[in-house]
């Protein structure tokens, strides 16, 4: 489903973060090192190919809430955008470092001239941030942020499961109630 907030398209889909061609921008919901790891970032690394750590390694360490851009290698996207969410309950304050992430990943992608960008649930999986608490962080900043974007025009959340699909679906139809016009589908 899918809603609009002035320009920007705001869509939610099921899927995997690495198969999604004719995006601009995919973000990794990375470690501090930027390795590749599990989860999201094992299966960016693995998509994109060793060329992607290579590029990584010179621009880690990145802290909670940080965000850095490479390109996409063997990915069909052009760019990388990898983000280092807060660990639930240790890096505090989370739903604020959190709120950053969304925020300085869509800066980067601004200052680039992206017009779409793809977002994992970040901090959802090993960092243990509950689905309904991230989700309501991740939706809400990108909405508080959607009328100040240039040259984005499509953000598209990428859910593992039907559970964290519903979840994010159900955030983004109660936060944009009133606001624009509908689009559902
Ligand atoms: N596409 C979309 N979503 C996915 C995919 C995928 N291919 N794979 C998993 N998810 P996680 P984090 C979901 O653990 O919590 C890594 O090891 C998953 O179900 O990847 O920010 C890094 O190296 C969950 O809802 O990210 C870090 O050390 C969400 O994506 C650490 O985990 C995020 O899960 C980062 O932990």
């Known amino acids: 489903m899918e809603r609009m907030v002035g320009k920007v398209r705001i869509e939610c889909v099921r899927g995997d973060i690495t198969r999604q061609e004719g995006i601009d921008a995919i973000v990794n919901a990375a470690n501090a090192e930027l390795r590749p790891g599990g989860g999201v970032a ?5 998509a994109a ?8 390694r010179p621009l880690a360490p990145i ?3 940080q965000a850095v851009i490479t390109g996409g290698h ?5 760019y990388v955008i990898h983000c280092l969410g807060p660990r639930y309950g240790i ?3 989370s739903a604020e470092l959190l709120a950053s992430c969304y925020r300085n990943a869509l800066r980067l992608a601004e200052e680039r001239g992206i017009t779409s960008i ?3 649930a970040i901090s959802t999986g090993v960092f243990g941030y509950p689905m309904r608490e991230a989700a309501e962080v991740a939706l809400r900043t990108v909405i508080e942020m959607a009328p100040q974007l240039e040259s984005i025009r499509l953000i598209r959340f990428v859910l593992w499961d039907e559970e964290a699909l519903r979840i994010h679906e159900e955030t983004l139809v109660r936060l944009t109630e009133g606001k624009g016009e509908d689009s559902s589908r």
């Open 118 to 120: 793809a977002f994992p």
């Open 91 to 93: 890096d505090e304050p």
């Open 49 to 56: 190919g060793p060329g992607l750590y290579e590029e990584c």
């Open 42 to 46: 094992g299966a960016i690394h693995r």
């Open 74 to 78: 063997r990915l069909p996207n052009r």
């Open 63 to 65: 802290k909670p809430g």
